[in-house]
């Protein structure tokens, strides 16, 4: 079955930090791949999105690559501000779209100033 | 912008009750779904719908069903509530095909 290991927080950076939170996964076929976030107290939010392999998907300073030799979709960010603060899924969608998503168990990600 | 729209933020009911959770999309989607968020578990899919009255299991139905009379209504329903189905209930929605889903903001429902 489909399953999307990320790395468990809290993350804790400093204002400015480089960020990395490592994503790997399975999947049967050619999934396509999600980073979401949550603020406190809302839903999620689709952060960007890669549906092929090397696609890469940016949003607000975000990117994650398309890694199929790897079975990898790694956010970045090279710089983080205190906003970015919030939990961060990583999720894939394997079955034509009308299956549902199989997400990671979210990374906390906590910045200071 | 989508918009997805679930009816209550929080709802405190009482072990055996029956339970409607409601969620609508404006935006003609073909697919909706209920998760559920737990700490340290991350979202489980708990059902899903592609098309009215239309109904697949998620990874975690047990005690759970779902209504979907109109395509922009799906409605999660807890036959007879229990202590261990308090959590965070999200509801999504999206296009056919590898398209994102749309998430609600939340249902955060307290059995006691």
């Known amino acids: 079955g489909n399953s999307v290991t990320q790395m468990e927080g809290p993350v804790t950076l400093s204002e400015e930090a480089f960020l990395t939170i490592n994503c790997t996964y399975t999947a049967t076929g050619y999934p396509s791949l999600f980073w979401y976030v949550q603020y406190p107290g809302e839903g999620l939010q689709l952060l960007l999105k890669?549906?092929?392999?090397?696609d890469k998907g940016s949003n607000k300073g975000f990117e994650a690559t398309y890694r199929k030799e790897t079975t990898s979709f790694h956010l970045e960010k090279g710089s983080v501000q205190v906003s970015d603060s919030a939990v961060y899924f990583c999720?894939?969608?394997?079955?034509?779209?009308?299956?549902?998503?199989?997400f990671g168990k979210g990374t906390h990600l906590i910045i200071q100033p | 912008d989508v918009k997805v729209t679930q009816s209550s933020r929080y709802l405190v009911k009482r072990t055996g009750e029956k339970v409607f959770l409601e969620c609508v999309q404006d935006?003609?989607?073909?697919?909706m779904f209920w998760y559920r968020q737990d700490p340290g578990l991350g979202l489980r899919l708990i059902y899903f719908s592609y098309d009215v009255k239309m109904k697949e299991k998620g990874d975690i139905p047990e005690g759970y069903s779902v209504s979907r009379e109109k395509k922009e209504r799906f409605s999660l329903i807890l036959e007879s509530a229990s202590t261990n189905q308090t959590s965070m209930y999200l509801c999504a929605s999206s296009w056919r095909g590898y398209q994102p889903q749309h998430f609600g903001d939340g249902t955060r429902l307290s059995i006691l």
């Open positions: 999720a894939l969608n394997s079955g034509g779209g009308a299956d549902g998503l199989t």
């Open positions: 890669a549906t092929k392999a090397d």
């Open positions: 935006m003609d989607h073909e697919n």
